[in-house]
Protein backbone atom coordinates (compact mmCIF):
# COMPACT_ATOMS: atom_id res chain seq x y z
CA UNK A 1 0.00 0.00 0.00
CA UNK A 2 1.00 3.69 -0.86
CA UNK A 3 1.29 6.44 1.28
CA UNK A 4 -1.26 7.89 -2.00
CA UNK A 5 -3.64 5.07 -0.86
CA UNK A 6 -3.63 5.81 2.98
CA UNK A 7 -4.08 9.72 2.26
CA UNK A 8 -4.58 10.68 -1.24
CA UNK A 9 -6.28 13.98 -0.75
CA UNK A 10 -3.17 14.99 1.51
CA UNK A 11 -0.93 13.56 -0.79
CA UNK A 12 -2.89 15.66 -3.94
CA UNK A 13 -2.22 18.64 -2.15
CA UNK A 14 1.55 18.49 -1.74
CA UNK A 15 2.02 17.89 -5.12
CA UNK A 16 -0.24 20.71 -6.00
CA UNK A 17 1.92 23.18 -3.67
CA UNK A 18 5.24 21.74 -4.80
CA UNK A 19 4.43 22.59 -8.69
CA UNK A 20 3.77 25.86 -7.85
CA UNK A 21 6.98 26.21 -5.07
CA UNK A 22 8.85 25.02 -8.26
CA UNK A 23 7.08 27.82 -10.36
CA UNK A 24 7.68 30.48 -7.98
CA UNK A 25 11.29 32.54 -8.85
CA UNK A 26 12.01 31.66 -4.97
CA UNK A 27 11.10 28.32 -5.66
CA UNK A 28 8.74 28.84 -2.32
CA UNK A 29 5.01 28.93 -2.28
CA UNK A 30 2.74 29.65 0.49
CA UNK A 31 -1.11 28.61 1.10
CA UNK A 32 -2.90 28.81 4.65
CA UNK A 33 -1.08 27.25 7.34
CA UNK A 34 1.29 25.62 4.62
CA UNK A 35 4.90 26.16 3.06
CA UNK A 36 5.78 24.12 0.07
CA UNK A 37 9.79 24.25 -0.20
CA UNK A 38 10.76 23.38 -4.03
CA UNK A 39 13.82 21.31 -4.27
CA UNK A 40 17.05 21.28 -6.50
CA UNK A 41 16.18 23.34 -9.60
CA UNK A 42 19.70 25.86 -10.54
CA UNK A 43 22.86 25.42 -10.74
CA UNK A 44 23.62 27.58 -7.69
CA UNK A 45 21.33 24.62 -5.99
CA UNK A 46 23.47 21.99 -6.53
CA UNK A 47 26.41 24.01 -5.00
CA UNK A 48 24.13 24.23 -2.19
CA UNK A 49 23.44 20.69 -2.17
CA UNK A 50 26.97 19.66 -1.71
CA UNK A 51 26.82 21.38 1.58
CA UNK A 52 24.02 19.31 3.42
CA UNK A 53 26.49 16.77 4.81
CA UNK A 54 28.60 19.07 6.50
CA UNK A 55 25.32 20.78 8.39
CA UNK A 56 25.60 23.93 5.61
CA UNK A 57 21.79 23.88 5.15
CA UNK A 58 21.09 27.01 7.02
CA UNK A 59 23.48 29.30 4.31
CA UNK A 60 21.18 27.81 1.59
CA UNK A 61 19.29 30.35 -1.01
CA UNK A 62 16.29 27.99 -0.40
CA UNK A 63 17.03 28.21 3.70
CA UNK A 64 16.97 32.03 3.62
CA UNK A 65 14.24 32.25 0.97
CA UNK A 66 12.15 29.89 3.29
CA UNK A 67 13.19 31.73 6.43
CA UNK A 68 12.20 35.03 4.84
CA UNK A 69 8.56 33.81 4.21
CA UNK A 70 8.33 32.19 6.99
CA UNK A 71 9.09 35.13 9.43
CA UNK A 72 6.62 37.21 7.23
CA UNK A 73 3.93 34.72 7.58
CA UNK A 74 3.48 33.55 11.50
CA UNK A 75 0.31 31.51 10.94
CA UNK A 76 2.42 28.97 8.77
CA UNK A 77 2.16 25.53 10.77
CA UNK A 78 3.53 23.03 8.25
CA UNK A 79 6.05 23.18 6.03
CA UNK A 80 6.29 20.72 3.13
CA UNK A 81 9.62 20.26 0.70
CA UNK A 82 11.04 17.96 -1.78
CA UNK A 83 14.60 17.11 -2.10
CA UNK A 84 16.94 19.98 -0.94
CA UNK A 85 13.68 21.70 -0.28
CA UNK A 86 12.85 18.74 2.20
CA UNK A 87 16.00 19.24 4.09
CA UNK A 88 15.47 23.02 4.36
CA UNK A 89 12.41 21.90 5.75
CA UNK A 90 13.67 19.99 8.69
CA UNK A 91 16.29 22.18 9.84
CA UNK A 92 13.25 25.03 9.97
CA UNK A 93 11.50 22.57 12.29
CA UNK A 94 14.96 22.19 14.44
CA UNK A 95 14.95 26.13 14.67
CA UNK A 96 10.86 26.51 15.34
CA UNK A 97 9.88 22.83 17.19
CA UNK A 98 5.97 24.21 16.59
CA UNK A 99 6.48 23.37 12.98
CA UNK A 100 5.11 20.25 11.13
CA UNK A 101 7.73 19.19 8.21
CA UNK A 102 6.57 16.58 5.83
CA UNK A 103 9.22 15.54 3.50
CA UNK A 104 9.16 14.06 -0.12
CA UNK A 105 12.97 12.53 -1.22
CA UNK A 106 14.63 14.59 1.30
CA UNK A 107 18.34 13.57 1.99
CA UNK A 108 17.67 12.40 5.40
CA UNK A 109 20.79 9.93 5.35
CA UNK A 110 23.17 13.12 6.04
CA UNK A 111 20.82 14.81 8.57
CA UNK A 112 20.33 11.89 10.66
CA UNK A 113 24.14 11.87 10.67
CA UNK A 114 24.17 15.09 12.06
CA UNK A 115 21.61 15.50 13.91
CA UNK A 116 21.02 12.13 15.79
Known sequence: MSSAELDPAEQLADRVGLDRAYADPNKVYMEGDSMYVAGTSSFGDV???????????????????????????????????????????????????DLEPRTHGAPVVYICLLYP
Request: charged fraction near 25%; glycine fraction near 12%.
Open 47 to 97: LDDLGLPFGLTRGTQRYIDAERVLQSNPNIRRVVGHSLGGAVSLELQRARP
